[in-house]
């Protein structure tokens, strides 16, 4: 298995919270990199936040604040916290593993072992 397992998703109001979870493949567990996205039909996928291996964070704008992305290093697993969700929040939520360039560009062109993602779905 070469792909991650994306869980945690669902529907909230807002001002609610979800924590997402990814499950990764012996591939992306030795990874120097690692990043959640998300995606609305019709648009590009959007990097959210990214962890190296040392554990150094990104996060886009528009989430900074907000959602926190965080490792368990007992089974590598890679969660992403999200608080204060807004309707533009929406999406199916992705994680990936760095294949090129740095952590930091949050650019979905450097990434690669894409999961099925889970559906977040926020509500005025």
């Known amino acids: 298995q070469e792909s991650p397992m994306e869980s945690g998703g669902g529907s909230v109001q807002a001002g609610g919270s979800l924590r997402l979870s990814c499950v990764p493949s012996?591939?992306?567990?030795?990874?120097?990199?690692t990043a959640w996205f998300r995606q609305v039909p019709g648009k590009a996928r959007e990097g959210i936040a990214s962890?190296?291996?040392?554990?150094?964070?990104t996060y886009s704008d528009s989430v900074k604040g907000r959602f926190v992305i965080s490792k368990d290093r007992a089974s590598n697993t890679l969660y992403l916290q999200l608080n204060d969700l807004k309707p533009e929040d929406s999406g199916t939520y992705y994680c990936?593993?760095?294949?090129?360039?740095?952590?930091?560009?949050?650019?979905?062109?450097?990434?690669?072992?894409w999961g099925q993602g889970t559906q977040v779905t926020v509500s005025q």
């Open positions: 962890m190296t291996s040392s554990g150094m964070t």
């Open positions: 012996q591939y992306i567990v030795t990874k120097r990199c």
């Open positions: 990936a593993a760095l294949l090129r360039n740095n952590c930091y560009r949050l650019l979905s062109d450097d990434y690669g072992y």
